[in-house]
Structure formats: C-alpha cells, structure tokens
C-alpha cells in the first residue's frame, strides 16, 4: 500500500532518484537536503514497500502555496498517485493559512497540463521562452483553497 507523509531528511535520496526519473532541468541531491532544512519548503513523498515512487513540495509565500517540483516515477504514473500527492499538497497548504497555489509548467507537457486542469488549475499567464529553446512556460493558479477546509 502506498503511503503519503512528509519528507524526512533520510527520504531525500529517493526524492532525488525521483527527480532524476522525472525532469530534464534536475535539482542536485544537496538541493534537496537544504529543503528539508527550509523553514519555507513543504514536501509530500509517496512511499511504497520502502521506496520513495513520488514526491511533490511547495514553498509557502506568506498566504501562497508556489509549487517546487512534484513527479511519480515513470513506471508508477497514471495510476492516481500524483493525484493523490497534490491532494495531499493542498491539504497541507491549507492548513497553514494559504489561499492559493501557483506554478509553472513547460507548455509542451501535455500530461502535466491535464493534470493540473483535473486539479482545479487555471492557466492565468505566459512566461515567453521560461524553459529556453523557445518554450514556454505557463503560469497556473488553483485559487480560494480556503473554500477546501
Ligand atoms: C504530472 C505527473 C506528476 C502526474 O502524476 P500521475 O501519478 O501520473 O498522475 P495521476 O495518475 O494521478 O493522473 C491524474 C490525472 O492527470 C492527467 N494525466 C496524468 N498523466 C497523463 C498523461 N500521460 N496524459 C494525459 N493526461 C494525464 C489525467 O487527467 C489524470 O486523470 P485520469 O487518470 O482520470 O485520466 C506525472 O506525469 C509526472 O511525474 N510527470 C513527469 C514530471 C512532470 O512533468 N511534473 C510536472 C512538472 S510542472
């Protein structure tokens, strides 16, 4: 069964094995360790039998919730996981007083795009050339969280 819970220090490892399964642009292991020490940073993980399979965190600025990075390892996706992760991710939002989440997304993941629109999302605007080579990126917001408590 998988379980969802906070990312612990030694959970970082498999975060990062994760993000490297999941971005082109990848944080450095470190990376991760300074987010568990960051009064900020707010990180669901995925566990199952052991092994990290998803991870998603946010930064908390002031009332808003700015999404970091969240992915489910290839083999795992599309079998509700990364839907239960920003659940979980809301949830957690919420419960420290924000009222929106925001992030952005390359305009070419089609997967994510979905994913985030089935999750309330709203494309609100556009960051020309945000992931170079001419790619956009999107800026995306879930608002009135508070209406979720
Ligand atoms: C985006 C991501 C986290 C979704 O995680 P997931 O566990 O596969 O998602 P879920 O199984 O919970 O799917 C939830 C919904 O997302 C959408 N979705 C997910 N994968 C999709 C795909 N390949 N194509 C189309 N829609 C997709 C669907 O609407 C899906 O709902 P449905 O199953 O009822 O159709 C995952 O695809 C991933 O890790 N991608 C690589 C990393 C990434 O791009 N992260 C986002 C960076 S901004």
Redesign the pocket.
């Known amino acids: 069964m998988i379980s969802y819970r906070l990312m612990k220090p030694q959970d970082t490892p498999g975060v990062f094995r994760?993000d490297q399964?999941?971005?082109i642009h990848n944080w450095s292991l470190e990376s991760y360790q300074n987010e568990t020490e960051n009064i900020l940073s707010n990180y669901i993980v995925a566990e199952l039998d052991g092994e990290i399979v998803?991870f998603?965190g946010f930064w908390l600025v002031i009332d808003e919730a700015h999404?970091t990075?969240?992915?489910?390892?290839?083999k795992?996706?599309?079998?509700?996981?990364?839907?239960?992760?920003?659940k979980e991710m809301l949830s957690l939002a919420c419960q420290n007083g924000c009222v929106g989440m925001t992030?952005?997304?390359?305009a070419d993941?089609?997967?994510?795009i979905?994913?985030?629109?089935?999750?309330g999302f709203v494309k609100e605007g556009i960051r020309k050339n945000y992931y170079g080579n001419g790619i956009d990126g999107f800026i995306m917001w879930r608002h009135n969280l508070e209406y979720e408590k």
């Open positions: 994760v399964d999941c971005f998803g998603g999404i990075n969240i992915g489910v390892l290839e795992y996706r599309h079998c509700g996981i990364g839907d239960s992760i920003i992030l952005e997304v390359s993941n089609d997967p994510a979905k994913f985030y629109k089935k999750n």
